[in-house]
């Protein structure tokens, strides 16, 4: 393991951030003189960032803690051809309207993790939209494609690997990583900024911006990668049974959020907290040591500092209290997420597997049913056993409120309006 000198890169070494660096000796160099820039890009692909970008947004949070300047990018233009890194297919073809509406929405997740402004660590966002749409297609293949060759471009995973399996891999997807070295070239052109951050599935698009770099500009950048994070089980980060786990508060609670790393896996505890809290590493080590039940005490103080991070510390506090309540005093606590539901639906005999499906805690009325067969859903903290059974104004409370269940882990309520 590499000494480094940075306290930029020690952090990332001592936390499980680093899977791969260029030139580790002058990066380490450059980390430590001055203020160093790095940037990442966010294509926006859709209307939220989920917690499988929150290790990438983190390593911005690293780079400003460790005295650096963060560079968001936007993938205005980039989005317009879809990255096919790790993709066995096409991404589908999204409208200029529908990037800049995605784009809104993902920019509301970097202000709890990143401090923006005009001072000299403050970090910025820029959108690739502003110098890709403005190529002219002659002088891109005059100035940046000469210095590419395909037969470096085709040893790439995702090219390799489609083209082996006799997949299609349109000529639109393989101009991919020309855009992506050139956003770099722009941005170490345009503001100094000489790292790109990334997952390892990038490592060819930034090994390729490097390389542009230097070959156009004589200059030396360089590149970080993070490893991919799956769970202990093998399962892919931020994703559950009911979808993927938002970053944005309209799209997942406050209280669901808690709930996904209250809910974290044993074994993946102690590589959490020191890849997605600020908690001290000794605090760390201590909380690794507890065992049986007493490694809940660690899975909250992990959902605790996540939460608080991204939605603060009363939004935290609030689904804490209310997963207590849920947990050990069987009753609804006020930060479950909560779905209307109207009083003549009721009435008329909705059935208690459309409120499942209502209260977003089931798919579809035919999953809801198959989890009644299984004894997994309650009603109000009893066992449903009547995959017919209907819901009645009785089945509310004072309130109102109904609580619904699957399995011991998801909850949800229902408000009669």
Known sequence: MSEFKSDFLRTLQTRGYIKQTTHEAELDDYCSEGVPM?????????????????????????LQQAGGKPVVLMGGGTTKIGDPTDKEKSRPILTEDAIAKNIEGIKKAFSPFLTFGEGPTDAIMVNNADWLDKLGYIEFLRDIGKLFTVNTMVKQDTVARRLKNEQPYTFLEFNYTLLQAYDFLELS?????????????????IVAGTDLIHKADGRQGFGITSPLITTASGGKMGKTADGAVWLNSEL????????????????????????????????????????GAEINDA???????TTTMLHGEQAAKDAKESAAKVFQQGSSGDALPTYDVSKDEVEAGMLVAAGFTAAALTKSNGEARRS???NAAKLNGESV???NATLSLSDFDADGLATLSIGKKRHARLQLR
């Open 38 to 62: 790095a940037y990442i890009g966010f294509d926006a692909t859709a209307e939220s960032l989920h917690v499988g970008s929150l290790l990438q947004i983190m390593l911005l949070r690293r």
């Open 189 to 205: 052109r345009r503001h100094n900024c000489m790292i790109q951050l990334g997952g390892s599935d990038q490592w060819g698009n």
């Open 252 to 291: 997942r609670t406050p209280y669901e959020y808690w709930q996904f790393w209250r809910n974290t896996e044993d074994a993946d505890v102690g590589r959490f907290l020191r890849l997605f809290t600020d908690i001290p590493l000794n605090e760390i080590e201590r909380l690794e040591t507890l065992e």
């Open 299 to 305: 899975k909250i103080a992990l959902a605790d500092a």
């Open 372 to 374: 009644i067969k299984q």
């Open 385 to 387: 056993s009547d995959e």
